[in-house]
């Protein structure tokens, strides 16, 4: 069906539309999927009131989460420990002063409305505080039509670690572990994976007892996440409740062996969840990369385009949720996520390796991606043994989108460039035969080079 046209304001933001055309094909229920309406309590309950199933929370659980400040308080009354801060807006400059020097500065300005990051401001000295807490305000009226600002004690280089949660109507709550979600540039993830290398089987179960204790309090159904931040201590502080299935899902799927979009589906229809929590043990390691339309080299800016070449790694382990195919347009209407490659495997390491031999297999042609980002990110030491943080990869990031292109890229294109080289002159050289006989990189190069191609 046509919801409508390209513009999201004018298709998938319309909520009347989609109920019209839901009931006119006779559907039973809406999943709202992630992003656009899926976090919208007025949509939930629109969908309620037109006699339809909403796949996801009741619409008063995403209210009861959609507001920080008393999510925070919810958190609280459920023993679920917060960051040290307040969970009223913050009434003036004042205010703020006393509150930020009884747990001292660092500290935090964030829009009650808000999530995210927007409307947040980091206040590192006693001078600055003022003037934040005012650009603070304005952000989050702008963006949220409510100028309510909060503060929090500013935790430095923590992970952000979060708790799938299921649950169905009839009172079970379970989790299914946590996901490493610190590999993140302004908000946007780009790789996480399942479990956490920073996550002890006690400690998962620690924060998994918090994440249903704060589900519970918000009267919540179906699948939700917790988001935490993870001290280098190991304490764990709540920070929200995102009230739809998420984009990483696919990798708690992997390691959980259940498929996540089936259960939100037999939650709406009533189903009980027929699991016990002691079921849920992570079966080795899972990890997912972002593929994105965006220009690494550049910013990271959105590049569009039509796809005229498309190749799909495969094999053991490997799963495609793409949206993509060949001769597909590439535009700006959407999110720049073009598809996400996820990969299984018995432990870290291979699963590393793993996703390195299928990105590798991956060809997208026609647009510029981040699968070269990502070859690079996977290389990195830190990133290989783990020890990573919310800031770590904006702190590496010259590094990483300056560095040459991964050795086998190179080599890809050093042989590339040797055959066409040969292939349009006719060339039948020494160093040809012997670059082809040994297949070393150098071996490559001097062969493109002597035909003066770049490699
Ligand atoms: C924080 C924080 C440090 N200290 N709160 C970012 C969006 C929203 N979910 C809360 N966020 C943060 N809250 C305190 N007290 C650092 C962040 C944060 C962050 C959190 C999770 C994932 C990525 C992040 C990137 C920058 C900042």
């Known amino acids: 069906m046509c919801i409508g046209p390209p513009p999201s304001s004018q298709s998938y933001l319309l909520g009347d539309r ?3 055309v839901a009931q006119r094909t006779g559907a039973q229920a809406i999943h709202p999927g992630y992003g656009f309406l899926s976090e919208r309590a007025w949509f939930a309950r629109a969908v309620r009131e ?15 989460m959609g507001s920080k400040t008393d999510a925070r308080q919810l ?16 009434r003036d400059a004042d205010e703020a002063m006393a509150i930020a020097e009884s747990f001292g500065f660092p ?8 999530g995210g990051g927007k409307g947040m ?3 590192r000295e006693r001078h600055e505080l003022a003037a934040a807490l ?21 935790l430095d280089g923590p992970r952000h670690v979060e708790i799938q949660v299921l649950a169905d109507m009839h009172g079970t709550v379970l989790h299914l572990g946590e996901r490493e979600c610190s590999l993140q540039r302004r908000h946007q993830k780009m790789v996480e994976e399942a479990p956490s290398p920073a996550v002890s089987p006690a400690l998962r179960a620690r924060m998994g007892e918090t994440a249903v204790a704060a589900a ?12 935490f931040l993870l001290d280098r201590d190991g304490s764990f502080y709540f920070l929200e409740m995102n009230t739809r299935i998420q984009v990483e899902h696919p990798v708690t799927e992997l390691v959980m062996g259940l498929d996540l979009v089936q259960w939100q589906l037999r939650i709406a229809a009533g189903e009980r969840l027929p699991f016990e929590q002691k079921s849920f043990e992570p079966r080795g390691w899972a990890i997912e990369c972002r593929i994105t339309s965006e220009d690494p080299g550049n910013g990271f800016l959105p590049s569009t385009g039509r796809i005229t070449h498309l190749h799909l790694p495969s094999g053991p382990g ?18 720049p996520m073009l598809a996400k490659l996820i990969v299984h495997a018995p432990t870290r390491a291979l699963a590393i390796a793993r996703m390195e031999r299928a990105l590798r297999e991956l060809v997208i042609d026609g647009v510029e991606t981040s699968r070269g980002f990502h070859l690079r990110l996977l290389a990195h030491p830190d990133v290989r043994s783990g020890d990573i943080s919310i800031q770590w990869l904006e702190a590496h990031l010259a590094e990483l989108t300056s560095a040459p292109p991964h050795e086998e890229t190179v080599r890809l294109a050093a042989i590339a460039a040797a055959l066409a080289a040969q292939h349009d002159r006719g060339l039948t050289s020494d160093t040809a035969h012997a670059a082809r006989r040994d297949g070393t990189l150098e071996g490559w190069r001097a062969v493109a080079r002597r035909e003066g191609l770049r490699t």
């Open 50 to 64: 037109a006699g339809l199933v909403f796949v996801g929370p009741p619409a008063e659980a995403i209210e009861a």
């Open 121 to 123: 401001r980091v206040v």
């Open 318 to 335: 490997v799963r495609w949720d793409g949206g993509i195919e060949d001769g597909s347009e590439v535009g700006l209407h959407y999110d």
């Open 18 to 20: 989609l109920i019209e």
């Open 75 to 90: 958190a609280i009354r459920a023993g679920v420990p917060v960051v040290p801060g307040t969970t009223e807006a913050l």
């Open 107 to 114: 500290v935090l300005l964030k829009a009650a409305a808000g």
């Open 134 to 154: 005012g650009s603070a305000q304005r952000e989050a009226k702008n963006a949220f039509g409510d100028d309510a600002v909060y503060i929090e004690k500013y």
């Open 216 to 227: 519970r309090a918000a009267g919540y159904v179906n699948a939700g996440t917790c988001e």
